[in-house]
Nanobody
Framework: QVQLVESGGGLVQAGGSLRLSCAASGGTFRQCAMAWFRQVPGKERELVARISWSGGSTYYADSVKGRFTISRDNAKHKVALQMPSLKPEDTAAYYC????????????????WGQGTQVTVSS
């Protein structure tokens, strides 16, 4: 079992920045691929970014590519999502997810989830 706790969400104006953090406990974090998903009411949860267990491979959704950066610190059991240049369309609940296998684009492939943190970007 891996427990995940997100932090760092909040309200920010368009063009501003936030840094989300996900702290993991239990399980074998170093063997887990990690991802950030986001969800708005009435829509499916969508992948924002994912990172391999080693941190050597990352992938970003087209909507955030070139803006957001995912990183991990295996020694501290943490994953971060740096989000500069935020846009109103980035408003969503953001979730940290983990799976003990190669990273995936699909939410249903992830076994472990945090409770989510709300990001609201005002125009």
């Amino acid at each position: 079992q891996v427990q995940l706790v997100e932090s760092g969400g909040g309200l920010v104006q368009a063009g501003g920045s936030l840094r989300l953090s996900c702290a993991a406990s239990g399980g074998t974090f170093r063997q887990c691929a990690m991802a950030w998903f986001r969800q708005v009411p009435g829509k499916e949860r969508e992948l924002v970014a994912r990172i391999s267990w080693s941190g050597g491979s990352t992938y970003y959704a087209d909507s955030v590519k070139g803006r957001f950066t995912i990183s991990r610190d295996n020694a501290k059991h943490k994953v971060a999502l740096q989000m500069p240049s935020l846009k109103p369309e980035d408003t969503a609940a953001y979730y940290c997810a983990a799976r003990g296998a190669p990273s995936s684009d699909y939410a249903d492939r992830y076994a472990y989830w945090g409770q989510g943190t709300q990001v609201t970007v005002s125009s």
